[in-house]
T-cell receptor
Framework: AQSVTQLGSHVSVSEGALVLLRCNYS??????LFWYVQYPNQGLQLLLK??????LVKGINGFEAEFKKSETSFHLTKPSAHMSDAAEYFC???????????FGSGTRLSIRP | DTEVTQTPKHLVMGMTNKKSLKCEQH?????MYWYKQKAKKPPELMFV???????INESVPSRFSPECPNSSLLNLHLHALQPEDSALYLC???????????FGDGTRLSIL
């Protein structure tokens, strides 16, 4: 079955440290890939997306992600964490233009002062 | 500010009540979605409307009844809900079905 896996339900980093949130998908066909962020009591906000073209995708708030077909991964990174980055992050995939989005289980990012 | 507006933000209702959730977008998007999200879980798709026609129903119980009166509005009618239906209900829209979805801030629903 097609799925998306986020490794680590909770990641904690120090302010100013590198953020790395992991996402792997299961498919031999490259899907459409997304990262969403959800702050408390809010809906989901699109951070970035990959459809075709350049494999390194830059998003909002200094985040970026790299599509690696050989590793079936789409990990999210940010060079320097800020307190305001504390939130829930969801990786999501769509395997065709007509299919629904499949969300990963989410990773809660905490930032230590 | 979110471009998808959901009302009300909070709703408490009894199991015999009838209520409706409302979602509105003015981005010209032709696909609209309802999701249910339980605490510490990802959103679960409930319904998809494409060009104002229901295209996906993820086997949702009939006590949830969606309606799309026009291209900007999406309603979710609720009747005889159960305590386990308490959750955050999120509406989303996209330009077309294969475009990224824009989410509202949700309605937090509590069933007494």
């Amino acid at each position: 079955a097609q799925s998306v896996t986020q490794l680590g339900s909770h990641v904690s980093v120090s302010e100013g440290a590198l953020v790395l949130l992991r996402c792997n998908y299961s498919s031999s066909v490259p899907p459409y890939l997304f990262w969403y962020v959800q702050y408390p009591n809010q809906g989901l906000q699109l951070l970035l997306k990959y459809t075709t073209g350049a494999t390194l995708v830059k998003g909002i708030n200094g985040f970026e992600a790299e599509f690696k077909k050989s590793e079936t991964s789409f990990h999210l990174t940010k060079p320097s964490a800020h307190m305001s980055d504390a939130a829930e992050y969801f990786c999501a995939v769509r395997y065709s233009s007509a299919s629904k989005i499949i969300f990963g289980s989410g990773t809660r990012l905490s930032i230590r002062p | 500010d979110t471009e998808v507006t959901q009302t009300p933000k909070h709703l408490v209702m009894g199991m015999t009540n009838k209520k409706s959730l409302k979602c509105e977008q003015h981005m010209g998007h032709r696909a609209m979605y309802w999701y249910k999200q339980k605490a510490k879980k990802p959103p679960e798709l409930m319904f998809v409307y494409s060009y104002e026609k229901l295209s996906i129903n993820e086997s949702v119980p009939s006590r949830f009844s969606p309606e799309c009166p026009n291209s900007s509005l999406l309603n979710l009618h609720l009747h005889a809900l159960q305590p386990e239906d308490s959750a955050l209900y999120l509406c989303a829209s996209s330009r077309q079905g294969n475009q990224p979805q824009h989410f509202g801030d949700g309605t937090r629903l509590s069933i007494l």
